[in-house]
């Protein structure tokens, strides 16, 4: 299922590449599928593939440094709209925080609209929606609203850039 399952403060990541080449197209290069918040209880895995061991290598340097910028080549996937989301998300610098608001308002659209498409990132971390926040106070996080792992994820993360929520 994954290609490497690394563990990290806040519990476990999950790394899915495309495998490499494919039947379809032999010379198809790897690309990152996904990106993925698992449970501590997660079983680690090694990575599998070049392209997973670059990923975990990167954000075990993100996990050591927060500035660390991350250059992996990441699957095309979802609507035009959350690429557009998720674009905008990736222009937010380290240590800083945008409303769901004021990112509908620089995108055009809504702030629901732009919760769901952060909810369903592929590769949180690596297009960092846990710096989208609601108006009054944290807000969700990967379509979990309530108080819990996740949002626990948000915090830690946040934390680590040097913003307190």
Excluded at 53 to 65: D, F, K, P, S, V
Excluded at 81 to 101: D, K, M
Excluded at 119 to 141: A, D, E, M, Q, T
Aim: positive net charge; glycine residues 10%.
């Amino acid at each position: 299922m994954y290609q490497a399952v690394i563990d990290v403060p806040f519990g476990r990541v999950g790394i899915r590449t495309s495998h490499g080449a494919t039947d379809f197209d032999p010379m198809q290069p790897e690309v990152l599928k996904e990106v993925i918040y698992l449970l501590p209880t997660a079983a680690l895995r090694t990575p599998q593939t070049p392209l997973a061991q670059r990923t975990a290598q990167q954000i075990e340097r993100y996990l050591e440094r927060p500035v660390n910028a991350f250059d992996l080549p990441l699957d095309v996937v979802g609507t035009a709209f959350q690429q557009r989301v998720w674009q905008a998300i990736s222009e937010i610098p380290c240590g800083t925080v945008r409303t769901y608001g004021q990112l509908a308002r620089l995108i055009g659209s809504a702030p629901r609209a732009v919760g769901q498409a952060c909810g369903s990132n592929y590769f949180p971390l690596l297009i960092p929606c846990h710096r989208v926040v609601s108006s009054s106070g944290i807000g969700g996080f990967a379509h979990h609203g309530a108080d819990g792992y996740f949002r626990d994820i948000k915090r830690w993360l946040l934390t680590h850039e040097g913003v307190r929520y």
